[in-house]
Nanobody
Framework: QVQLVESGGGLVQPGGSLRLSCAASGSISRITAMGWYRQAPGKQRELVAT???????NYVDSVKGRFTISRDNAKNSVYLQMNSLKPEDTAVYYC?????????WGHGTQVTVSS
């Protein structure tokens, strides 16, 4: 059974950096896309960044130039480097892996940006 485990969240001051990691356990194949989403209190979950099988990346406008998504296919892992963090980046961050058959979600990791 496939499970996604996120790590790397925490409390950081404005302007700081964090690196989120998401690793898939179990057998997973035919991955078409990997991505990060976030949900702030009282708001809907939103797409932050995605990376598809050919390496093409996409970001929500609010994080462009600050966040970088990357992946390690051999480890079935996806990462999110977050720089120049702002209080409005505070949210629970979830990773998602999409295959040709279904999608998998992690349980989330809290990111809090506060002084």
């Amino acid at each position: 059974q496939v499970q996604l485990v996120e790590s790397g969240g925490g409390l950081v001051q404005p302007g700081g950096s964090l690196r989120l990691s998401c690793a898939a356990s179990g057998s997973i194949s035919r991955i078409t896309a990997m991505g990060w989403y976030r949900q702030a209190p009282g708001k809907q979950r939103e797409l932050v960044a995605t990376i598809i099988s050919d390496g093409f990346t996409n970001y929500v406008d609010s994080v462009k130039g600050r966040f970088t998504i990357s992946r390690d296919n051999a480890k079935n892992s996806v990462y999110l480097q977050m720089n120049s963090l702002k209080p409005e980046d505070t949210a629970v961050y979830y990773c998602k892996i999409t295959t040709m058959r279904r999608e998998y979600w992690g349980h989330g990791t809290q990111v809090t940006v506060s002084s």
